[in-house]
């Protein structure tokens, strides 16, 4: 493999505007990628860029010595993909025909690629910015290479079985809560990094029985071997470095400024970069001091958004009061979990839907007592999923 340098130089190539320099951090090898738009070569940026990372290729995760560049609000991506609003997509079927087998594995393409861009963006977006040890940067840069490596074997998949990436329509329901936390990376943590990888958990065993029962052993193995094992460490890396935000000693915490460009105003009426974690993170140290302090705390202290959230809020704020963590929970465990569900509240649109993948959850120490409380009670049939 070539060295950094080359690497650095044969991927800028001549199309580059000549004020920017070939990617030296890893920050510049992340915001190089979510400036790329072919989904192929974003991925093979990604492998690259994390491969040159983790063998010590790449010397720093950012220049200290100079503003952070702030990244795109929206990632390059490729026009080939029609996109539709969440509410006007077709139904992906369960698997019992072909077509809907090729949805199901279209859908699964797009969100690998989507979460690409997401790998790097936390990257990009919060790791100089917030000042997160190289440890934050390896964990994410791995989340990203493997993110990468899902995506291109399914749309490799879809090409063996007669179509390709883009032949359906697709929505972009996952960058959505991006931009919603955009602003703090805690709340980015919890909803893209816990919730939504979590999710994946949950649903993929039903998805991989339906390729199975399909007759699709092959798409059915690479989930099951390849994409469902990766996906467990993804979730923990969200819950790891969510835990690590909120117990860092404060000397810690002081954010530096991104350098936002004119033609980039912040979002109306959302706080300035840093300023949501600095809260949160004051928050979770005032948290109460004992699991009981915190049960009998009043919900209405979880979240100040009710007006979206008319139809569900008494239901979690009942199942909030009846959780129980546990006498085994540690203070410093509480005040994080506790912190964890004011922040989904606030950020996370509707409750979590059960059927929980427990045993997967908790191989990523995503322990009951963070999701239960903000599932709501509902009627379901075992085995049924909204994927």
């Not at 996109?83 to 199901?104: C, D, E, N, V």
């Not at 699709?216 to 690479?222: G, H, P």
């Not at 954010?255 to 993170?281: F, H, N, R």
Request: hydrophobic share 35%; charged share 25%; aromatic share 6%.
């Amino acid at each position: 493999m070539e060295d950094t340098a080359d690497a650095g130089e044969h991927v800028v190539g001549s199309g580059v505007p000549e004020d920017q320099q070939p990617p030296k951090t890893l920050v510049d090898w992340a915001l190089q990628i979510l400036s790329t738009a072919d989904p192929d070569e974003k991925a093979c940026l990604g492998d690259l860029a994390a491969s040159l990372w983790l063998r010590g290729d790449i010397p720093l995760p950012y220049d200290p010595s100079r503003p952070a560049r702030q990244p795109p609000d929206r990632p390059a991506r490729s026009a080939e993909v029609r996109l539709l609003p969440p509410s006007r997509m077709p139904k992906l079927g369960k698997g019992g025909s072909a077509q809907s087998r090729l949805a199901m594995l279209h859908s699964l393409a797009h969100t690998e690629s989507w979460a690409v861009d997401l790998s790097w963006d936390i990257v990009a977006r919060f790791g100089a910015q917030m000042r997160m040890p190289r440890e934050f940067f390896d964990d994410f840069a791995r989340v990203a290479q493997d993110e990468g490596r899902h995506y291109t074997v399914l749309s490799a998949r879809l090409r063996e079985l007669g179509s390709r990436y883009g032949a359906l329509p697709a929505h972009d329901g996952l960058w959505d809560s991006a931009t919603r936390t955009a602003h703090c990376l805690l709340a980015r943590l919890a909803v893209e990094h816990c919730v939504h990888e979590a999710r994946g958990l949950d649903v993929l065993p039903t998805t991989i029985s339906r390729f199975r029962a399909g007759g699709d052993e092959q798409t059915a193995k690479l989930l099951e071997d390849i994409i469902y094992p990766e996906e467990v460490t993804h979730c923990a890396a969200g819950v790891r470095w969510f835990r690590y935000l909120c117990l860092r000693p404060s000397s810690d915490d002081g954010p530096i400024s991104y350098s936002v460009p004119q033609s980039e105003p912040q979002s109306p009426g959302l706080p300035g970069v840093g300023t949501a974690d600095d809260k949160a993170v004051r928050d979770v140290r005032d948290e109460p001091t004992s699991v009981q302090q915190i049960e009998n705390e009043p919900t209405s202290k979880l979240s100040q958004d009710v007006n979206s959230r008319d139809n569900m809020t008494q239901q979690v704020e009942d199942g909030l009061a009846k959780c129980k963590l546990g006498d085994d929970v540690d203070k410093d465990e509480a005040a994080v979990i506790q912190t964890f569900h004011r922040i989904v509240r606030e950020y996370f649109r509707g409750p979590l839907k059960p059927p929980f993948n427990t045993e997967a959850r908790k191989a990523a120490g995503f322990e009951p007592a963070w999701y239960e409380p903000l599932a709501v009670k509902e009627v379901y049939v075992e085995g049924e999923t909204d994927n």
